[in-house]
């Protein structure tokens, strides 16, 4: 025997769409780096960019580089 296959109705299936449990967002996802958080290679990223745009802000009398295509 292999799994158990659970049927379900149209009607029922719609009904549920409206339910409040459908509505409420879970209490605890699971934690999945680049899918229900960032990945924490983006989060380096993010703090390197944030870095530099401060660094940049404090540098007001300097020209933004061009840069080559």
Do not use: H, W, Y
Request: charged share 25%; glycine share 4%; with cysteine.
């Amino acid at each position: 025997l292999a799994g158990t296959r659970i049927i379900c109705d149209r009607k029922f299936l719609l009904e549920c769409k409206n339910s409040p449990a459908a509505r409420t967002p879970p209490c605890c996802p699971p934690q999945t780096p680049g899918v229900t958080s960032l990945a924490q290679s983006s989060l380096v990223k993010l703090e390197e960019l944030k870095e530099r745009n401060e660094s940049e802000e404090a540098m007001p009398g300097e020209q933004p580089r061009a840069t080559a295509p």
